[in-house]
T-cell receptor
Framework: DQQVKQNSPSLSVQEGRISILNCDYT??????FLWYKKYPAEGPTFLIS?????DKNEDGRFTVFLNKSAKHLSLHIVPSQPGDSAVYFC????????????FGSGTRLLVRP | DSGVTQTPKHLITATGQRVTLRCSPR?????VYWYQQSLDQGLQFLIH???????AKGNILERFSAQQFPDLHSELNLSSLELGDSALYFC????????????FGPGTRLTVL
């Protein structure tokens, strides 16, 4: 049972344009969502997060949108840069005593110069 | 650099063997989470320890076990290894006041031949 889904395994975008990465979830008990970026041979790096009480969070070029009714979130990167090329993972937590993360399968972003 | 360290970086072993992976959290962090990433998949939560006690368990095989020591480092023990255990194993920590955001180590790549 995959509770967090990233249905696009890959995305290619021109440098300077917007990258939009999508994520869907099924568990309505999730109350916190995160995006991680991962380069080969490295651990995931925290990028941005959003609480379920918000619908938008912005940090520089990165914005995360949350649509609770649709159980959908997205990460917007504007403008995209070649250095953004990596695998992006969406993750969710329930805020229980553990705060363990449930991850999607990832989307590989390629930003073309 | 997240400040979370993992050793070894690479491990190659044979089926049926036993290995131990080590994780040291950042100074002051009480939690250690273990995740497994099989080829081109998302990270799967295995187990969470907090201040020496098991806090949550995911889909961890009975052949796998973990513990957290008084100095807060953690070890993940994998026994009777099978080819399918080949994966990246990550540990992560979080910090008081920002429990939802986890910081990952660089991972241990386990190859079972």
């Amino acid at each position: 049972d995959q509770q967090v889904k990233q249905n696009s395994p890959s995305l290619s975008v021109q440098e300077g344009r917007i990258s939009i990465l999508n994520c869907d979830y099924t568990n309505s008990m999730f109350d916190y969502f995160l995006w991680y970026k991962k380069y080969p041979a490295e651990g995931p790096t925290f990028l941005i997060s959003i609480s379920s009480i918000k619908d938008k969070n912005e940090d520089g070029r990165f914005t995360v949108f949350l649509n609770k009714s649709a159980k959908h979130l997205s990460l917007h990167i504007v403008p995209s840069q070649p250095g953004d090329s990596a695998v992006y993972f969406c993750a969710a937590s329930r805020g229980d005593s553990s705060y363990k993360l449930i991850f999607g399968s990832g989307t590989r972003l390629l930003v073309r110069p | 650099d997240s400040g979370v360290t993992q050793t070894p970086k690479h491990l190659i072993t044979a089926t049926g063997q036993r290995v131990t992976l080590r994780c040291s959290p950042r100074s002051g962090d009480l939690s250690v989470y273990w995740y497994q990433q099989s080829l081109d998949q998302g990270l799967q939560f295995l187990i969470h320890y907090y201040n020496g006690e098991e806090r949550a368990k995911g889909n961890i095989l009975e052949r796998f076990s973990a513990q957290q020591f008084p100095d807060l480092h953690s070890e993940l023990n994998l026994s009777s290894l099978e080819l399918g255990d080949s994966a990246l194993y990550f540990c992560a920590t979080n910090k008081a006041g920002a429990y939802n955001e986890q910081f990952f180590g660089p991972g241990t790549r386990l190859t079972v031949l």
